[in-house]
Structure formats: structure tokens, C-alpha cells
């Protein structure tokens, strides 16, 4: 069955004869455009879920059903743990990278220069592109409001400022100098506190990885003095049920503790 799927899968992909002819003539290569067109698609879709069914799909062809069903529940969760810390690490990057900006932001304000022309110098020292993108187009709105469309994360609110005091500095002529100072001074000491506080929560967090890897670790003692429990957990019906039993709870303990530590950082 799973030689049938992947045989399916190969030739719904497999380019058409009039792609091939193209190629030949100098066109889009055909494996190229297949390439985009099949990353755009897993862009759109969760990591967890591409996690999930991966891991599901290669326990499969080597175990029960049951099995493959749970390790690919385990995955899910693994990959949208990754995720989410890929995430974090992008927001703090992004909050990194606007306070850097506007402290060239507030630098080239001091200068003389006007605020369109010191929003776009001061973007380049961000060193990260949706950062400099908000910044300019917080700093070019003609009325306060929300955050720009591009704004994400905790760097929204402080763009809703810089939107609110760039239309107010643009219809009054007040100085704008001194509330990006005061913007820039809260995002540093935002992030300085998240950080802390992750560097308090890292040893639980520790904790719970090995706690979860300990039933691994017991499955490997017990083979290893001539027991067979995965053979008792993947063959018999009490195995079973132990099985789905133990993953289940596993998995509520892992979010539990998450849940725990994110209200912990928030």
C-alpha cells in the first residue's frame, strides 16, 4: 500500500510533456518551477502537522498502526514546539532590531533631518527587513492608529506609538526625538526582562525533557536484561491500552508545564 501511495504521489508530480518540451527550448526549467511551486505549498502548512505526518508515514512502515498514530501525534507536537521557539527567536530578533533602529532613528532626528528621510537611513541600521519595513511605515502614516500591517509581535504596540507621535510631530511640528528615546528605552528594557526571565525558566524546562525521555529510557533497560516490553506494548490489548494511556498523559504533562512556563514569561 505504501509502494502504491508513493507511485500516486510520484506521478501526480512528475512534470507534463509540454513542461519537458519547454525546458528543452529554453524555458522555465521544469524541476525549478516544480521546486518553487512545491515549496510555496509547504509553506502554507504547519510545521507540526508536516512533523506529524512524516513521523506517522516512517513508523508505519516498520510497526503497528497504533504506533505509527501515536509517534506521529508525538511528532505534531515536537514540530510545533519547534515552531513556536523559531517564532520567539524571531520576535526577539525583531525587537532587537527596532530598538537599534531607533536609536539611528532618534540619532538622525537629532541631525536636522526630516522624519521620512531618517526613518529610511535609520531602517538600514536595523539589520532586519520587517522591522525596517514597520519602522518606515509607521513613521509615514498621516494619522495615529494601530500598528502597521507588517507589525508583529511585541514590537507592535511600540510601532503604534511611533505611528501616533510621527502624525503628531507632522501636524504640529512637535519634537519626535525624545518619544523614539523613550520607545527605544522601553523596548530595551522589555526584552532585557523576557530575557531574564527565560534564563530563570531554562532548568524546569530542562527537567521536563529528561522526565519526558525517562520511559524511553526504561523501554531500553527492560529490553536489556532479556524483558520485551515493547513487544507487551504494541502486541497485547493491556499493552496497548498502557501504551495510549502513558503517551497521553506524557503528552499532557509536556503541555501542561509549557502552559505553565509561558504565563511564567509573559
Known sequence: MTAALLTAAALLLWPEAGTRTRHRLGGTPARATLGRELATVLRGIPVGALAGVAGAAAVALVSTGLVAALAGTCCAVAGRAWSAGRLRLRDEADVAGLADGLAAFGAELRAGRAPDDAARLAAAASGRPRSARALIQAVGRSEPGPAPPSAAGPCAEALSRIASAAALSRRTGCSLATVIGAVEDDLRARHGHRRELRSLIAGPRASVVLLAGL????????????????????????????????????????AWTARLTARAVR
Open 215 to 254: 520511559p524511553v529510557l526504561g523501554l531500553a533497560m527492560g529490553s536489556g536484561v532479556g524483558a520485551d516490553p515493547w513487544g507487551v506494548l504494541t502486541t497485547t490489548r493491556t499493552g496497548q491500552l498502557l501504551l495510549i494511556l502513558g503517551v497521553g498523559l506524557e503528552l499532557i504533562g509536556i
